[in-house]
């Protein structure tokens, strides 16, 4: 089993940055693809970003490429997600994930991750 938890949402205004963090642990604490997705109140969960955890390509919504980036660090089996220029409509929980590659790469959907996080809002003030 793998345990992930994530933290470092909050509230912040329009224009500010937050950096979340996702630790894994447990006795299968390594999973080929990690990911953040996000969830608005009555929206369906959607993918951020993801990666590989050893490397490799990583993949950004296009909604939040020039804004966000993924980032890891396998020695504190931690994963990032840097926000910056947050907006009112990055308000969300978000959720770190963790699974197996579909079709050889990590842009699976939510149903490709059998591991999650608790979630951390994120809210975001105009």
């Known amino acids: 089993q793998m345990q992930l938890v994530e933290s470092g949402g909050g509230s912040v205004q329009a224009g500010g940055s937050l950096r979340l963090s996702c630790v894994r642990s447990g006795a299968m604490a390594f999973a080929p693809c990690m990911a953040w997705f996000r969830q608005a109140p009555g929206k369906e969960r959607e993918v951020v970003a993801s990666?590989?955890?050893?490397?490799?390509?990583?993949y950004i919504t296009d909604a939040v490429k020039s804004r966000f980036t993924i980032s890891q660090d396998n020695a504190k089996g931690t994963l990032y997600l840097q926000m910056n220029n947050l907006k009112p409509e990055d308000t969300a929980v978000y959720y770190c994930?963790?699974?197996?590659?579909?079709?050889?790469?990590?842009?699976?959907?939510?149903?490709?991750?059998?591991?999650w996080g608790q979630g951390t809002q994120v809210t975001v003030s105009s």
């Open positions: 994930a963790a699974g197996e590659p579909l079709g050889g790469s990590c842009t699976g959907p939510a149903s490709s991750y059998p591991y």
């Open positions: 990666t590989q955890t050893g490397g490799g390509p990583t």
